[in-house]
């Protein structure tokens, strides 16, 4: 059974403080994607990483995909109140073939309170 | 271009009986994915539709079921309600592509059982 571990599982920091969150496997991934999520509503995509050792930033996020495709890290600079919300990283199984989509195992989700 | 639709967003039922839960999926998306999401477990994959089709199913029951129409809408159905299964229910869409498993999230439907 394919796992991913999520660290931490919350998080309450102050505004202008930096942070990372961790996603781990002992599993190989073709994509990993990372979602944030605000309460009664459904995940919202943020990023898809593919290559082993890729780095994408959007804004004050960063994300990177581990050379080996096992693991996966977000470092937010500078959060802001509006940073709040619940963050999911979901990989994709390098084992999906026949371009089949749905099964995306998600770890449990990083809690981020940003305090103004 | 309109996102993931899903209705009802809210539902009470009591154990027992069964629910319908539906999904209109992005316009020119024809991949439909559910899942269920709790506070303990997070969110786990129920099944995911292609063409009518049923094409990944995930760890449930059999009392947990769906269908995919010819226009890609989907709807789930749990039968023999049971307390556990109170959880938001969240449908994903996505086109086809390989190698790319971007998934776009409806806003759910948060199924109460009594």
């Known amino acids: 059974t394919q796992l991913l571990e999520q660290s931490p599982q919350f998080l309450s920091i102050q505004e202008g403080e930096n942070l990372t969150v961790y996603c781990n496997s002992s599993?190989?991934?073709?994509?990993l994607q990372w979602y944030r999520q605000e309460p009664g509503e459904g995940p919202v995509l943020l990023v898809t990483v593919v290559t082993g050792g890729e780095v994408k930033k959007l804004k004050r996020l960063t994300f990177q995909f581990g050379d080996a495709r096992k693991d996966s890290s977000l470092h937010i600079t500078a959060a802001q109140p509006g940073d709040t919300g619940l963050y999911l990283c979901a990989g994709a199984s390098a084992m999906n073939y026949g371009g089949s989509q749905g099964n995306l195992i998600f770890g449990k989700g990083t809690k981020l309170s940003v305090k103004p | 271009k309109a996102g993931v639709t899903q209705t009802p967003r809210y539902l009470i039922k009591t154990r027992g009986q069964q629910v319908t839960l539906s999904c209109s999926p992005i316009?020119?998306?024809?991949?439909v994915s559910w899942y269920q999401q709790t506070p303990g477990q997070g969110l786990q994959f129920l099944f995911e539709?292609?063409?009518?089709?049923?094409?990944n199913k995930g760890n449930f029951p059999g009392r947990f079921s769906g269908r995919q129409f010819s226009n890609s809408r989907s709807e789930m159905n749990v039968s023999t309600l049971e307390l556990g299964d109170s959880a938001l229910y969240l449908c994903?869409?996505?086109?086809?592509?390989?190698?790319?498993?971007?998934?776009?999230f409806g806003p759910g439907t948060r199924l109460t059982v009594l």
């Open positions: 316009s020119g998306h024809r991949s």
């Open positions: 599993s190989v991934f073709s994509s």
């Open positions: 539709y292609f063409s009518e089709t049923q094409r």
């Open positions: 994903a869409s996505s086109l086809i592509r390989w190698g790319n498993n971007e998934q776009f």
